[in-house]
């Protein structure tokens, strides 16, 4: 299997947490997604990740490849039956901060004459829900077991740390406490994002 990826997508982290947390061999290759004409056979989109399988079939998007990962490794404990739905659900509004982050960020690189204060406003509002919605829900992130929401969780919370600034972490400490705990683990130290 082949992971395309980029050296600071959360969405493409969320995948290399996770199949070094299962112990999948799996051919990582960082691409720049601007420059990779050849992903648009694999997908349309030309986003990453995507993963190339052994036939020369794709998978995409970061929720798509960490299920099939999670079921080729025989290891649907992961996203539990009693909590299926609430955990995916918690992966969704994870997914949907990164992709705010980033939004912003790319609002803020363009040039002055033609950046939207009022984007950007839009996106920090819906950014602070998301950082509201998680710590609000910090009794189901916490626990030992290693889940599918939680790497998610982790993930979007370093990446805002990492694209938009540590504030998040002074108002909302007890879920900063938690990613800080969480984020310890060796898969994330192996994928912390490059600027």
Request: charged share 25%.
């Amino acid at each position: 299997m082949r992971l395309y990826n980029g050296p600071t997508s959360p969405f493409g982290r969320k995948v290399s947490v996770l199949y070094r947390e299962l112990g999948l061999a799996v051919d990582e290759i960082e691409i720049d997604v601007y420059k990779s004409e050849f992903l648009d056979a694999l997908n349309p989109l030309r986003l990453i990740p995507t993963l190339e399988l052994a036939d020369g079939t794709a998978i995409y998007d970061s929720t798509v490849i960490s299920l099939y990962l999670m079921e080729l490794a025989e290891r649907p404990d992961l996203l539990p039956q009693e909590a299926k739905w609430q955990c995916l659900t918690t992966c969704s509004l994870c997914d949907g901060l990164m992709e705010a982050v980033l939004q912003r960020r790319m609002e803020t690189l363009r040039p002055e004459k033609e950046r939207s204060e009022a984007v950007i406003d839009k996106l920090e509002m819906r950014i602070a829900r998301a950082l509201a919605a998680l710590a609000a829900s910090l009794d189901r992130l916490s626990g030992d077991q290693l889940r599918l929401d939680r790497i998610a969780a982790a993930c979007a919370l370093e990446y805002v740390s990492f694209r938009f600034g540590q504030q998040w972490r002074e108002q909302h400490p007890s879920l900063a406490a938690w990613c800080e705990a969480f984020a310890a683990r060796p898969s994330f130290a192996a994928t912390a994002p490059r600027p």
